[in-house]
């Protein structure tokens, strides 16, 4: 398998982590931000294996949001955790917030967490083009943890990302075919956060846990990720 290398600007969260080897790479993470000057950026550290980022754009709705990437222990190669945390100074403001993924592959198999096992649902691949089915999110209960399982996406290894239920408020999955090879496609996963109004003096948290490792073993650690997430306990909301 490549050899990776990761990076990952506290200035530019909406770049996220950039991972990347030879052949491919991914942006994962990647927190999106309202359009505003770069001084939006407060302040921002690494202490250990922690990242912060807090930014406050200058905009309407006067939104300080703070980013914490962390490096984790997990089941497979890498494990990251994205807490992602809301608040504002004006009296009710729009906390809505999303974080991107972007990886390229062919396959991506999404499954759901929900009482003690991992339900597998059927492939989405690339070859459907821009038409890709709706994800089960409104479907499923608060206490599930929908996993989505992208195969081979990086360096020759499989990612998966997982989101609680009862933490996000919409997730959605998208495609861009890539000419010339119709058997991959550029897929985007975007998970919005926090409720539409937000009020002063209250913060909101919510979280996304990702691991990348071996194709070999992908269905077994991509469950102990989601069942390692749906046993925590949730967030501020």
Known sequence: MGELCGALDLHHPGRGIQLADDDDGAELL?????????DSFVDGWVRGSDAVAIHEPRDSRRLRTTALWRLATGPAELSLELVLSNQT???????????DCRLTTAEVIPGIWAGSQLEWLPAITAAGGVRLPPLPWRQVSDDAVLCLLFRRAVADRSLAVCVRRDEGRELCLRARPLPGSPQLAEFTLTAWFFPTLIEKGVLHRSRLAMT?????????????????LAAQPPLLQ
């Open 30 to 38: 990647a927190v999106r931000l309202p359009a505003a000057p770069a």
């Open 89 to 99: 100074s004006a009296v009710r403001s729009d906390g809505a917030t999303a974080v």
């Open 212 to 228: 990348l490792g071996s194709q070999a073993d992908e269905l077994d650690w991509a469950a102990t990720t989601a069942r390692s």
